[in-house]
């Protein structure tokens, strides 16, 4: 049971570039959320999903877009990089009975 | 908008005295409460969950929530280099989804 895994670790994007972040899930939660985390702030959530098929929009999700296909993924694209995204991204999930989230090791992003 | 604010510290207590860390939150229909501890450079983790008035207890950790005056926070007994960390409030704000609302954070040094 990996609980939740994201890919890559780290990355260095130039400006204008696009990518995408994975997230994958193995504890078969409906509930699955992406943050970004700035220096010395708390988490941002920019959009999450209560299942597949079915995402929305949180506080910040200004430059990216997301999709849920499965129960498992959800990846986090990113289409014109900006140095404004520079930041570390979590994922997370939880199910639909209990609120407890449980986070990804996390991407750390540069954008240069 | 619904926030979420702690002192951002750090907060230095030397090892073995009682950390307190401090919480409150704007949202009066909030129902749920979180504590999650964040290692430098690693993902958060939850440390502690309450829901009602009063104290909830787990090892040396001591979750306490005061609903009336919007007031969470956390008590960490013979507190260990450890436990040096940033503790990030998290709540649950009225409403049907799970989106949890984060604080900046409280960093707390343990002095040996």
């Known amino acids: 049971n990996a609980g939740v895994t994201q890919t890559p670790k780290f990355r260095i994007l130039k400006i204008g570039q696009s990518m995408t972040l994975q997230c994958t899930q193995d504890?078969?939660?409906?509930?699955m959320y992406w943050y970004r985390q700035d220096p010395g702030m708390g988490l941002k959530l920019i959009y999450y999903s209560v299942g597949a098929g079915i995402t929305d929009k949180g506080e910040v999700p200004n430059g990216y877009n997301v999709s849920r296909s499965t129960t498992e993924d959800f990846p986090l694209r990113l289409e014109l990089a900006a140095p404004s995204q520079t930041s570390v991204y979590f994922c997370a999930s939880s199910s639909s009975d209990k609120e407890t989230q449980y986070f990804g090791p996390g991407t750390r992003l540069l954008v240069l | 908008q619904k926030e979420v604010e702690q002192n951002s510290g750090p907060l230095s207590v030397p090892e073995g005295a009682i950390a307190s860390l401090n919480c409150t939150y704007s949202?009066?229909?909030?129902?749920?409460f979180f504590w999650y501890r964040q290692y430098s450079g690693k993902s958060p983790e939850l440390i502690m969950s309450i829901y009602s008035n009063g104290d909830k207890e787990d090892g040396r950790f001591t979750a306490q929530l005061n609903k009336a005056s919007q007031y969470v926070s956390l008590l960490i007994r013979d507190s260990q280099p450890s436990d040096s960390a940033t503790y990030l409030c998290?709540?649950?704000?009225?409403?049907?989804?799970?989106?949890?609302?984060f604080g900046t954070g409280t960093l707390l040094a343990v002095q040996p």
């Open positions: 998290a709540v649950k704000p009225g409403g049907a989804t799970n989106k949890l609302i």
């Open positions: 949202d009066r229909g909030s129902q749920s």
């Open positions: 504890m078969n939660h409906n509930y």
